[in-house]
């Protein structure tokens, strides 16, 4: 079974630009989830979507947003780039929601803001 | 207080020891726990998981488990090089929808 995939892999922008990135979940899973690493920070929760309805956000402004689709794919946008977003975006998904139920990585998108 | 706490380490052991990683949580409904594991450069993958409270053994791997305390740890047997990463602890509290993640212990397997 493929695992999560992440496009693209790489990107470089300039402050003020916007960007979206691309997850795939593994095939039956219905949940994904994002999250932004950082050496600083470490990984920090961005926001969980079942069944297309977003199900817990984390503590990020406004600019980031997500939505997810009826194939349970997902795609997240980061308006207004700031220097600040330069990091990994990690993409995990699992089969639901829930207290059960392990979750897994996809390899990231690493994003540098200029 | 934070969610998930580690001992950001570096850890470093020399190869064919045990290398114990610690984690504690702050939240008493945390009902999964599981850890990572992170090479430099890599998304994190997964190791192991434990529900109930006690040991659960997968190869090298144990991980422990202590309702009680709010503690898990992993204990990794005959250390060897390629173990060297850092460890993610997470735990899911009974509202579900979330992961909380420790910050990460850097483990450094000495040959």
């Known amino acids: 079974k493929a695992g999560v995939t992440q496009t693209p892999r790489y990107l470089i922008k300039t402050r003020g630009q916007q960007v979206t990135l691309s997850c795939s979940p593994i095939?039956?899973?219905?949940?994904v989830s994002w999250y932004q690493q950082t050496p600083g920070q470490g990984l920090q929760f961005l926001f969980e979507y079942f069944s297309e309805t977003q199900r817990n956000k984390g503590n990020f402004p406004g600019r980031f947003s997500g939505r997810q689709f009826s194939n349970s794919r997902s795609e997240m946008n980061v308006s207004t780039l700031e220097l600040g977003d330069s990091a990994l975006y990690l993409c995990a998904s699992r089969i639901t929601s829930g207290v059960i139920g392990t979750q897994y990585f996809g390899p990231g998108t690493r994003l540098t803001v200029l | 207080q934070k969610e998930v706490e580690q001992n950001s380490g570096p850890l470093s052991v020399p190869e064919g020891a045990i290398a114990s990683l610690n984690c504690t949580y702050s939240?008493?409904?945390?009902?999964?726990f599981f850890w990572y594991r992170q090479y430099s450069g890599k998304s994190p993958e997964l190791i192991m998981f434990i529900y109930s409270n006690g040991d659960k053994e997968d190869g090298r791997f144990t991980a422990q488990l202590n309702k009680a305390s709010q503690y898990v740890s992993l204990l990794i047997r005959d250390s060897q090089p390629s173990d060297s990463a850092t460890y993610l602890c997470a735990v899911i509290r009974d509202t579900g929808n979330q992961f909380y993640f420790g910050t990460g212990t850097s483990l450094t397997v000495i040959p």
């Open positions: 095939s039956g899973h219905r949940s």
């Open positions: 939240d008493r409904g945390s009902q999964s």
